[in-house]
């Protein structure tokens, strides 16, 4: 998720904050301003989204100093925070020592968690993004241990182990109720956020439940559907098909700064495959543009299917396209 759609997302309300893709750190190098400026371009607004959502960016690495020393800069830029990736599964990262291959080592989860405490101010939010372990959910406590030990302030738990991959039937929430648990016995209160597969305001208040975290975070769902948080946060209805795609016209006005011709037209088959989760009209849309490849071609194609659809010319619009 890009500057350009956590700008639409937070727009339509429930964010508290959004947490960047992750910057790669390895080879004790400082990575200069301009590399964090194009991951988060509001980093020139106070490190707020245009409406005014904090954003956090994330660090992915395993070099305690090479990751205080770009946490420190991320800091300074400002960044409302900064947090670790101990959770990523992609096998390219992980064999270069990132992500959740982490979870395996929890003492160097723990020198490298010191490190960045030690650049990060305490007023500035030091949080870790993890899984459950690597294939067995039970290691979430000892990792646990070793973030709370290492002075982070937040967890974020995605309920599955490495193994688990995205596999719907493998979420365990009950495991980050554990870990909470377990932290309130050992009197350390810290804040944890439960995290997959909330997909609808019902999987929220599910996810709630068992995970007895009032805090949540979205991944996916916020693409199925845009206005997600709004919905959990009880601020909004599902938005109407009508309104999503006007939102995908708006997308063609907040691109990626530098982006390429092509940028817009594979975004937004990205993300009509993502939307077909909870609006099957996606397909309907999308098989007709499928092939479209610049922007602008893009753009026509679906300011014609917007008055197509409102006009009941839909058949019209596929003769066109097909
Ligand atoms: C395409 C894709 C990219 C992701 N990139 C990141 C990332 O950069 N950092 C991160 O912490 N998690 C990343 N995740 C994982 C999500 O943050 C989240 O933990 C996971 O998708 C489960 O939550 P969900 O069911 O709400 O999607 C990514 C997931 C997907 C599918």
């Given at each position: 998720?890009?500057?350009?759609?956590?700008?639409?997302?937070?727009?339509?309300?429930?964010?508290?904050?959004?947490?960047?893709?992750?910057?790669?750190?390895?080879?004790?190098?400082?990575?200069?301003?301009?590399?964090?400026?194009?991951?988060?371009?509001?980093?020139?607004?106070?490190?707020?989204?245009?409406?005014?959502?904090?954003?956090?960016?994330?660090?992915?690495?395993?070099?305690?100093?090479?990751?205080?020393?770009?946490?420190?800069?991320?800091?300074?830029?400002?960044?409302?925070?900064?947090?670790?990736?101990?959770?990523?599964?992609?096998?390219?990262?992980?064999?270069?020592?990132?992500?959740?291959?982490?979870?395996?080592?929890?003492?160097?989860?723990?020198?490298?968690?010191?490190?960045?405490?030690?650049?990060?101010?305490?007023?500035?939010?030091?949080?870790?993004?993890?899984?459950?372990?690597?294939?067995?959910?039970?290691?979430?406590?000892?990792?646990?241990?070793?973030?709370?030990?290492?002075?982070?302030?937040?967890?974020?738990?995605?309920?599955?182990?490495?193994?688990?991959?995205?596999?719907?039937?493998?979420?365990?929430?009950?495991?980050?109720?554990?870990?909470?648990?377990?932290?309130?016995?050992?009197?350390?209160?810290?804040s944890i956020i439960a995290n997959g597969e909330i997909w609808t305001k019902d999987d929220a208040i599910a996810c709630r439940k068992v995970s007895n975290c009032d805090d949540i975070m979205i991944g996916r769902g916020a693409l199925a559907t845009p206005n997600l948080a709004a919905i959990v946060a009880?601020?909004?209805?599902?938005?109407?098909?009508?309104?999503?795609?006007?939102?995908?016209?708006?997308?063609?006005?907040?691109?990626?700064?530098?982006?390429?011709?092509?940028?817009?037209?594979?975004?937004?088959?990205?993300?009509?495959?993502?939307?077909?989760?909870?609006?099957?009209?996606?397909?309907?849309?999308?098989?007709?543009?499928?092939?479209?490849?610049?922007?602008?071609?893009?753009?026509?194609?679906?300011?014609?299917?917007?008055?197509?659809?409102?006009?009941?010319?839909?058949?019209?619009?596929?003769?066109?396209?097909?």
């Amino acid at each position: 998720m890009d500057h350009s759609v956590r700008d639409l997302l937070t727009n339509l309300g429930g964010y508290d904050l959004c947490i960047t893709e992750f910057l790669r750190v390895s080879n004790q190098q400082l990575l200069p301003p301009r590399t964090f400026y194009q991951l988060a371009p509001e980093l020139d607004n106070k490190g707020l989204t245009p409406c005014g959502v904090p954003i956090r960016i994330q660090l992915l690495g395993s070099q305690p100093e090479t990751l205080a020393m770009n946490a420190q800069r991320a800091i300074e830029l400002g960044s409302h925070g900064i947090d670790l990736n101990l959770g990523c599964p992609a096998k390219t990262v992980n064999k270069s020592k990132g992500g959740a291959v982490l979870l395996k080592e929890p003492q160097l989860i723990s020198n490298a968690v010191s490190a960045m405490r030690e650049v990060v101010p305490l007023d500035k939010t030091l949080s870790v993004k993890i899984r459950l372990g690597w294939d067995d959910p039970s290691c979430v406590h000892e990792i646990v241990d070793a973030i709370v030990q290492a002075g982070a302030d937040e967890i974020t738990i995605h309920a599955r182990t490495k193994e688990d991959g995205y596999k719907a039937e493998a979420i365990k929430w009950h495991y980050i109720a554990e870990a909470r648990q377990k932290l309130v016995e050992q009197g350390k209160p810290l804040s944890i956020i439960a995290n997959g597969e909330i997909w609808t305001k019902d999987d929220a208040i599910a996810c709630r439940k068992v995970s007895n975290c009032d805090d949540i975070m979205i991944g996916r769902g916020a693409l199925a559907t845009p206005n997600l948080a709004a919905i959990v946060a009880g601020i909004s209805e599902k938005m109407s098909w009508i309104d999503v795609v006007i939102m995908i016209l708006d997308y063609r006005k907040v691109q990626v700064i530098g982006s390429k011709g092509h940028h817009y037209s594979s975004r937004v088959k990205q993300w009509l495959t993502q939307m077909r989760q909870a609006y099957p009209e996606a397909n309907e849309l999308f098989f007709p543009i499928r092939r479209i490849k610049t922007s602008e071609d893009m753009q026509q194609a679906i300011e014609r299917y917007l008055d197509a659809k409102i006009n009941n010319k839909l058949t019209q619009w596929q003769q066109l396209y097909s």
